[in-house]
């Protein structure tokens, strides 16, 4: 992953690094601000966007977050002037040298795509649309979204191997069995081409799917949905990107129906898990994230259902909690208890009655989808 670089002849002024964060602490909602300092031997520049007694979060002007202990770093000083993103130029500039042979860069309104050469229109208008889709599926819902701050960027390798060979140079635990992933660090989606030169359309609707899930991540972390300091639960991220997969939510004005908003697929995985499921699942993927190292197929198949029963039945009151999940109050690394309390606080203290309403409803879907 590219380290974040910015050079400026603009003023900085020394200060202390708590009263900078103080200061930031009053400034935060006014206008975003920029903060020099020294970490491990390199100079960086960017937003702080959250800070506790040991750990800051620092976003890069390229978009990638850097988190570190508190006295880690050294020499802060905040430069004047607002924080700004990459800059067109810069961006664009910083993508071709990283990637300088083999690619081609398009670009759109929002995403910088790097690409195999000849394949623009494949990819750019896709996550173009998605974007659009992701931003209108949560302003008529009442949730409020802002334009993302840095540049997006998506790079698609040709092949696995090559798409492998960086996973494992920039990011930890990318499983060779992923299709692309989206990277909170970094910022970036990163996927491979599937498609095949015959043109198989599986082929191109697994590609389609892997754009789907990963780009809602992308957008949800810098539209303010999600908050790449405070990480939400894993069923919350997750359950977004899955049910976006269904094109009667990524494209509901052509595919209206209720049906058409149901993942056939993780309903399917549900019912084959129902009998065996336990009691107080609802809680433990609520509480904790270790379901998705431990049961894979389980937690997204959760993830969704849970994601898909409380937005079509508690629209308002999921809502709200995705924005408590955003808020600055929240802890950087909250626990189990906090974790629930922040849902309880929304959906009510009875888990064991509102997971009963849950299984009942996602059974009545089975019924709906084999209408």
């Known amino acids: ?42 100079q960086l520049h960017g937003l702080p966007l959250r800070w506790s007694d040991t750990q800051v979060v620092l976003l890069g002007r390229d978009g990638k977050v850097w988190r570190f202990a508190r006295d880690e770093a050294t020499n802060y000083r905040k430069v004047r002037g607002k924080f700004q993103g990459y800059s067109y130029t810069e961006m664009r500039g910083t993508l071709l040298r990283e990637f300088n042979r083999g690619f081609e860069l398009s670009t759109t309104s929002h995403y910088f795509v790097v690409h195999p050469p000849h394949q623009s229109k494949r990819w750019t208008k896709r996550f173009e ?15 409020k979204v ?48 599937i498609f095949d030169e015959q043109g198989s359309e599986f082929r191109w609707q697994t590609n389609a ?19 790449r300091a405070s ?33 056939s697929g993780y309903l399917r ?5 129902r009998a065996n499921r336990p009691d107080g699942l609802m809680a433990e993927i609520i509480a904790s994230d270790r379901i998705f190292g431990q049961r894979t197929n389980i937690a997204y198949a959760e993830a969704w259902a849970m994601t898909f029963f409380l937005v079509e039945t508690q629209p308002k009151q999921y809502a709200e909690y995705l924005q408590r999940t ?11 208890k906090e974790r629930l309390k922040e849902f309880t606080d929304v959906f009510g ?4 009655l509102l997971e009963s309403h849950y299984k009942s409803y996602i059974d009545r879907l089975h019924n709906l989808a084999k209408k």
């Open 269 to 273: 995985r549900f019912k084959q898990a």
């Open 326 to 336: 955003t808020s600055r109050r929240r802890s950087l690394n909250p626990s189990a």
């Open 129 to 143: 649309a998605l974007y659009r889709s992701f931003l209108q599926y949560f302003a008529v819902r009442g949730i």
């Open 1 to 42: 992953m590219q380290k974040s670089m910015f050079h400026t002849t603009t003023a900085t002024v020394a200060t202390p690094v708590c009263l900078l964060l103080l200061l930031f602490h009053g400034q935060a909602a006014a206008e975003p601000w920029t903060l020099e300092l020294e970490l491990r031997g390199e």
């Open 349 to 352: 203290p009875d888990l064991r």
């Open 146 to 193: 802002h334009d993302p701050i840095v540049p997006l960027v998506a790079v698609v390798f040709p092949n696995k191997a090559m798409y492998l060979d960086y996973a494992a140079r920039t990011e930890k635990g990318i499983s060779a069995q992923t299709l692309g992933y989206y990277s909170i660090t970094s910022n970036r989606i990163i996927m491979y081409d």
């Open 231 to 263: 990480i939400p639960p894993r069923w919350v991220a997750e359950g977004l990107g899955t049910m976006f997969e269904s094109k009667g939510v990524w494209d509901s004005s052509s595919f209206p129906r209720q049906k058409d908003r149901l993942h």
């Open 209 to 227: 799917a892997t754009i789907v899930h990963e780009a809602v991540h992308q957008v949800a972390f810098n539209t303010g949905v999600h908050d």
